[in-house]
């Protein structure tokens, strides 16, 4: 069984620009969650996507957007790329809504300049 | 704000010991925790989960320990291996409409030395 795909693995940007990070889960998965990993900062939890819908989202500003389509692969836009926004971003998966266990993608790697 | 063990440690041990990793976390709320392992240019990987329900659980070469009270996690591997370099993620989800959020710590950096 596949696991959590995310492309493209590294991605370098300037600021000003967007950035589209994709993510396909695991087959069967119905949960997308996004993940971003800064340095110094652990993973703070971004977005969170079921069915379609956007469920929940971390402190994050609206630049921060994303959906997911209906074969529940989702994509994550960054807009107006700032440098802090330098960072691995990380997709997970869960079974559906009510299911906790998360398993990562390999995570797309960030480099606003 | 939220947080879950926020320094990052480093553990070194010797190929063979037992490693204890800690964890503390903060939101008396969550009743569900995992530990995560990632590797150098991966993503985490689970490892072990544990309720709130629960003080021990144990898998293969691994046991989590849950302390409510004191509101600590640990994660114990046995007879560590080189393979086991890592950073170590203990992560708590509060249960809100279903577990759609994990709040994650700093980590812990394990080096194992031959």
């Known amino acids: 069984e596949a696991g959590v795909t995310q492309s493209p693995t590294h991605l370098i940007k300037t600021r000003g620009q967007q950035a589209t990070l994709r993510c396909s889960p695991i087959?069967?998965?119905?949960?997308v969650y996004w993940y971003q990993q800064a340095l110094g900062l652990g993973l703070q939890f971004l977005l969170w996507?079921?069915?379609?819908?956007?469920?929940n989202r971390g402190n994050f500003p609206p630049r921060f957007s994303g959906r997911q389509f209906p074969n529940y692969s989702s994509e994550l836009n960054v807009n107006a790329l700032e440098l802090e926004d330098s960072a691995l971003y990380l997709c997970?998966?869960?079974?559906?809504?009510?299911?906790?266990?998360?398993?990562f993608g390999p995570g797309t790697r960030l480099l606003v300049l | 704000g939220e947080s879950v063990g926020l320094h990052l440690p480093t553990l070194s041990v010797q190929e063979g010991d037992n490693s204890i990793i800690n964890c503390a976390y903060s939101?008396?709320?969550?009743?569900?925790f995992i530990w995560y392992k990632q590797e150098s240019g991966k993503g985490p990987q689970f490892i072990i989960d544990?309720?709130?329900?629960?003080d021990k659980r144990q898998g293969q070469r691994v046991t989590v320990l849950l302390n409510k009270t004191v509101k600590h996690l640990s994660l114990q591997i046995a007879a560590t291996q080189p393979g086991d370099s890592a950073v170590y993620f203990c992560a708590e989800s509060p249960f809100s409409g279903g577990y759609n959020k994990l709040i994650f710590g700093a980590g812990t950096r394990l080096a194992v030395h031959p």
């Open positions: 087959s069967g998965h119905t949960s």
């Open positions: 544990i309720r709130s329900n629960m």
């Open positions: 996507y079921d069915e379609g819908e956007e469920r």
């Open positions: 939101n008396s709320a969550s009743d569900y």
């Open positions: 997970a998966s869960s079974r559906d809504r009510g299911t906790e266990t998360q398993y």
